[in-house]
């Protein structure tokens, strides 16, 4: 008798943990507001990304089309896999001396791990990283960037 | 014409070959491309030998040609799941060979951090767990929580998942302004969301037929086979990394070691979910207390390591993470070794799941918590 009572107490107590598992998901079949869930591609509009999101890094230019890099090559130096290249060239400044200016920032997207080593190497905050996360292209060749915009100079006052 | 005769065999006689099934690369439940060669008599377990290196990556070499600076980021990409902890393990082995003392606040920070990313790794393993054994819903709901610790790291340091917050000095940036408020409201959040896990897989029937009393690990055993972390913890081996040799911020505050005795595979569950409960009173200890001052010391942008070697481990999600570095007075290490806890965890298997059935084979791998890349490296 006790074995049958036992038997059958396992049995409804087994249905019990049961309903209790279901009373969880129930709540929140029948309380949608609790839902998390976001509609990404629609959602665009109104998304929220962290201002400190490392996305890309990028250069910011002012309104005459000037940055802040001198060309030193630093952030090619703390890269630890190569995604940044620095082609500097040769200018003359107006009292005639030789001085050393970016041609061309080459960023790598492809190769690039954000790990934000290139943006603390910069003396002159000349790069920083963009909150863009959305880096899909149709060929690779697409994720080869040049940083500083075609004919762009230096900023008046940034020093080495 | 040859005379037809009747031949009867008696089972002695039937010989049979072994039955061998590849378990993975592929298959969803090793998480990862783990290959388990399981050798079955019908639905039994006689044999399980682990085939690792699909994923291997080489990290240990690629570290002799990168300063010490650059080494963390790598390390992001082992344990994927507990990306700080190993940041940290790397950050602390170059400040002791360097003799750097570390800014209070920057301790501070990294314990906070530890422990947010301890409960991010354990309700990932929760969600993946109850998947592994056939309920779907845990996997939503783990990940929905999950979420709130991602976003408050997003907020921070600016990376989800491959960190690289903890560097060799301090942390990366000072703590966002909304940091405090943020985790003091995701505690709260989630102490009400805990027992709803408890509710929804813990008591379930059929979930504890399956686990409890199925795939026992010894004390002997996981002492021999090396097992850390909360596996080597439910069998009643005292192994805390965070009690044993206290870093960062943790000889500060109170804890206890949550222990377990039965070492079977329910221990092993139980265990994460309570060690998700002691994470969140070691935050709440320390939140509030952040000491002002500076977040890093200053580093030179080439560090160079005196000769000699260096020892340090941490406690990640999974168990004991070493670091071990040979140095010759150059910029980079001359050898790198990582002692990660999957590798030791994974080998533990064979012995614990021989004769039990297939499913329960999903199962205790499933509390072994293995992440595939920290085996391979």
Same mark, same amino acid.
């Given at each position: 008798?006790?074995?049958?009572i036992?038997?059958?107490?396992?049995? =409804?107590?087994?249905?019990?943990?049961?309903?209790t598992?279901?009373?969880?998901?129930?709540r929140?079949?029948f309380?949608?507001?609790?839902?998390?869930?976001q509609?990404? *591609?629609?959602?665009?509009?109104t998304?929220?990304?962290?201002?400190?999101?490392?996305?890309?890094? =990028?250069? *910011?230019?002012?309104?005459?089309?000037?940055?802040?890099?001198?060309?030193?090559? #630093?952030?090619? #130096?703390?890269? *630890?896999?190569?995604?940044?290249?620095? =082609?500097?060239?040769?200018v003359?400044?107006?009292?005639?001396?030789?001085?050393?200016?970016?041609?061309k920032?080459?960023?790598?997207?492809g190769?690039?791990?954000?790990?934000? #080593?290139? =943006?603390?190497?910069?003396?002159?905050?000349?790069i920083?990283?963009?909150?863009?996360?959305?880096?899909?292209v149709?060929?690779?060749?697409?994720?080869?960037?040049?940083?500083?915009?075609?004919?762009?100079?230096?900023?008046?006052?940034?020093?080495? | 014409?040859?005379?037809y005769?009747?031949?009867?065999?008696?089972?002695? $006689?039937?010989?049979?070959?072994?039955?061998?099934?590849?378990?993975? /690369?592929?298959?969803?439940?090793?998480?990862?491309?783990l290959?388990?060669?399981?050798k079955?008599?019908?639905?039994?377990?006689?044999?399980?030998?682990?085939h690792?290196?699909?994923?291997h990556?080489?990290?240990?070499?690629?570290?002799?040609?990168?300063?010490y600076?650059?080494?963390?980021?790598?390390? @992001?990409?082992?344990?994927?799941?507990?990306?700080?902890m190993?940041?940290?393990?790397?950050?602390l082995c170059?400040?002791?060979?360097?003799?750097?003392?570390?800014?209070?606040?920057?301790?501070?920070?990294?314990t906070?951090?530890?422990?947010?990313?301890?409960?991010?790794?354990h309700?990932?393993?929760?969600?993946?767990f109850?998947?592994?054994?056939?309920?779907?819903?845990?996997?939503?709901?783990?990940?929905?929580?999950?979420? @709130?610790?991602?976003?408050?790291?997003?907020?921070?340091?600016?990376?989800r998942?491959?960190?690289?917050?903890?560097?060799?000095?301090?942390?990366?940036?000072d703590?966002?302004?909304?940091?405090?408020?943020?985790?003091?409201?995701?505690?709260?959040?989630?102490?009400?969301?805990? /027992?709803?896990?408890?509710?929804?897989?813990?008591?379930?029937?059929?979930?504890?037929?399956?686990?409890?009393?199925?795939?026992?690990?010894?004390k002997?055993?996981?002492?021999?086979?090396?097992?850390?972390?909360p596996?080597?913890?439910?069998?009643?081996f005292s192994?805390?990394?965070?009690?044993?040799?206290?870093?960062?911020?943790?000889?500060?505050?109170?804890?206890? $070691?949550?222990?377990?005795t @039965?070492?079977?595979?329910f221990?092993?569950?139980h265990?994460?979910?309570?060690?998700?409960f002691?994470?969140?009173?070691?935050i709440e200890q320390?939140?509030?207390?952040?000491?002002?001052?500076?977040?890093?010391?200053?580093?030179?942008?080439?560090?160079k390591? /005196?000769?000699?070697?260096?020892?340090q481990?941490? $406690?990640t999600?999974?168990?004991?993470?070493?670091?071990?570095?040979?140095s010759?007075?150059?910029?980079?290490?001359?050898?790198m070794?990582?002692r990660?806890?999957?590798?030791?965890?994974?080998?533990?298997?064979?012995?614990?799941?021989?004769?039990?059935?297939?499913?329960?084979?999903?199962?205790i791998?499933?509390?072994f918590?293995?992440?595939?890349?920290?085996?391979?490296?």
């Open positions: 008798m006790k074995s049958i036992k038997y059958f107490g396992e049995i =409804i107590g087994g249905f019990i943990t049961l309903l598992g279901m009373k969880v998901t129930a929140y079949f309380t949608p507001w609790n839902n998390v869930t509609q990404y *591609p629609e959602n665009r509009a998304l929220k990304i962290a201002e400190r999101f490392r996305g890309e890094v =990028i250069m *910011p230019h002012n309104e005459n089309n000037e940055h802040r890099c001198t060309a030193c090559g #630093l952030c090619e #130096l703390a890269c *630890p896999n190569g995604s940044i290249e620095i =082609i500097s060239k040769s003359f400044n107006e009292e005639g001396k030789k001085k050393r200016a970016i041609d920032h080459i960023y790598h997207l190769m690039c791990t954000f790990c934000n #080593l290139c =943006i603390r190497a910069c003396p002159t905050t000349a920083v990283m963009g909150q863009n996360f959305e880096h899909t149709w060929d690779r060749s697409e994720l080869t960037k040049v940083l500083n915009k075609p004919g762009s100079q230096l900023m008046e006052g940034v020093k080495e | 014409m040859a005379e005769k009747e031949v009867y065999l008696t089972s002695d $006689e039937i010989k049979t070959d072994d039955y061998l099934v590849n378990m993975g /690369p592929q298959h969803p439940s090793t998480h990862g491309v290959r388990l060669l399981v079955l008599e019908g639905e039994k377990v006689l044999n399980v030998q682990p690792i290196g699909y994923i990556s080489g990290i240990e070499k690629m570290t002799e040609s990168l300063t600076i650059q080494i963390p980021h790598l390390t @992001d990409r082992m344990d994927y799941l507990a990306a700080h190993n940041n940290e393990a790397v950050s170059v400040e002791k060979a360097l003799q750097v003392e570390v800014p209070e606040r920057a301790k501070y920070i990294r906070i951090f530890d422990e947010l990313q301890r409960i991010a790794s309700q990932l393993w929760w969600c993946a109850g998947m592994d054994m056939g309920a779907l819903t845990t996997f939503f709901y783990g990940l929905r929580d999950r979420e @709130d610790i991602l976003d408050i790291f997003e907020e921070t340091c600016g990376a998942l491959t960190l690289n917050y903890s560097i060799p000095g301090g942390v990366m940036f703590i966002h302004p909304n940091f405090q408020r943020d985790v003091k409201a995701f505690i709260k959040k989630f102490r009400a969301k805990l /027992p709803e896990y408890e509710r929804l897989l813990t008591g379930n029937v059929i979930f504890r037929e399956r686990t409890k009393g199925v795939g026992i690990l010894s002997e055993e996981a002492i021999a086979y090396g097992v850390t972390g596996s080597g913890r439910a069998s009643g192994c805390d990394i965070r009690k044993k040799q206290p870093y960062s911020a943790y000889p500060y505050v109170k804890f206890n $070691e949550i222990m377990g @039965d070492g079977d595979t221990t092993r569950y265990l994460r979910i309570l060690e998700m002691e994470s969140m009173d070691i320390l939140i509030d207390n952040i000491p002002e001052g500076d977040y890093a010391v200053k580093m030179k942008g080439v560090t390591l /005196p000769e000699g070697e260096y020892y481990r941490v $406690e999600g999974r168990g004991e993470f070493g670091v071990y570095v040979i010759d007075g150059k910029k980079n290490p001359y050898r070794k990582f990660s806890p999957g590798f030791s965890n994974l080998f533990a298997i064979n012995n614990i799941a021989k004769g039990w059935k297939i499913a329960d084979l999903v199962a791998m499933g509390t918590d293995l992440v595939i890349p920290d085996i391979d490296r």
